[in-house]
């Protein structure tokens, strides 16, 4: 099974800052990632997919980018809107494994 | 608009069994392979199975297989989850999602979630 590991756990910034989220495979998974964001209460939603590619309406402050086995998700300039939990997946093996979470608060 | 609603989440005792539906709607449902994945009290992101766009293909996270059975009715444009021999550990919400493409299995769109709870 791939690991996927998520760091920090929890990310404290203000809002207008930079943040940059972590997500390590255990093993390659090519570009097999996506991203996700979570805000309380609600279920999950799509950020990125394929490590790098937008989904539709998802604003370009959010960006992905891979090296090796490591996976970044670049929020440029964080809004009030943006602070939620967020997750990666890797899809290139079976079972799909997603990392633990990191929360990114105020 | 594309939109998953589930439904037959319950409180259930352990070794119980409970059927979850997710009914798709605004989107071609026939031709989209669909998941299903579970979120644990205050946890992270589980996936648990995959099915694809005629049933004849199915994928299980370790812990459920033989316990859960993932279909389909396209005629009916619903999902489903057989659960058989619950535990304590399959308490969760669970979310149906559509799967964004061919071999490309990340989940596009999300499904509110149905809320099971497996409890004496």
């Given at each position: 099974?791939?690991?996927?590991?998520?760091?920090?756990?929890?990310?404290?910034?203000?809002?207008?800052?930079?943040?940059?989220?972590?997500?390590?495979?255990?093993q390659s998974?090519?570009?097999?990632?996506?991203?996700?964001?979570?805000?309380?209460?609600?279920?999950?939603?799509?950020?990125?997919?394929?490590?790098?590619?937008?989904?539709?309406?998802?604003?370009?402050?959010f960006s992905?980018?891979?090296?090796?086995?490591?996976?970044?998700?670049?929020?440029?300039?964080?809004?009030?809107?943006?602070?939620?939990?967020?997750?990666?997946?890797?899809?290139?093996?079976?079972?799909?494994?997603?990392?633990?979470?990191?929360?990114?608060?105020? | 608009?594309?939109?998953?609603?589930?439904?037959?989440?319950?409180?259930?005792?352990?070794?119980?069994?409970?059927?979850?539906?997710?009914?798709?709607?605004?989107?071609?449902f026939s031709?989209?392979?669909?998941?299903?994945?579970?979120?644990?009290?205050?946890?992270?992101?589980?996936?648990?199975?995959?099915?694809?766009?005629?049933?004849?293909?199915?994928?299980?996270?370790?812990?459920?297989?033989?316990?859960?059975?993932?279909?389909?009715?396209?005629?009916?444009?619903?999902?489903?989850?057989?659960?058989?021999?619950?535990?304590?550990?399959?308490?969760?919400?669970?979310?149906?999602?559509?799967?964004?493409?061919?071999?490309?299995?990340?989940?596009?769109?999300?499904?509110?979630?149905?809320?099971?709870?497996?409890?004496?």
């Amino acid at each position: 099974e791939v690991v996927m590991t998520q760091s920090p756990a929890t990310l404290s910034v203000s809002p207008g800052e930079r943040a940059a989220l972590s997500c390590r495979a255990s093993q390659s998974i090519i570009s097999n990632l996506a991203w996700y964001q979570q805000k309380p209460g609600q279920a999950p939603s799509l950020l990125i997919y394929g490590a790098s590619t937008r989904a539709t309406g998802i604003p370009a402050r959010f960006s992905g980018t891979k090296s090796g086995t490591e996976f970044t998700l670049t929020i440029s300039s964080l809004q009030s809107e943006d602070f939620a939990v967020y997750f990666c997946q890797q899809y290139n093996n079976w079972p799909l494994t997603f990392g633990g979470g990191t929360k990114v608060e105020i | 608009e594309v939109q998953l609603v589930e439904s037959g989440g319950d409180l259930v005792q352990p070794g119980g069994s409970l059927r979850l539906s997710c009914a798709a709607s605004g989107f071609s449902f026939s031709t989209y392979w669909m998941s299903w994945v579970r979120q644990a009290p205050g946890k992270g992101l589980e996936w648990v199975a995959n099915i694809n766009q005629d049933g004849s293909d199915r994928y299980y996270m370790d812990s459920v297989k033989g316990r859960f059975t993932v279909s389909r009715d396209n005629a009916k444009r619903s999902l489903y989850l057989q659960m058989n021999g619950l535990r304590a550990d399959d308490t969760a919400v669970y979310y149906c999602a559509t799967v964004g493409a061919i071999y490309q299995y990340y989940m596009a769109v999300w499904g509110k979630g149905s809320t099971v709870t497996v409890s004496s």
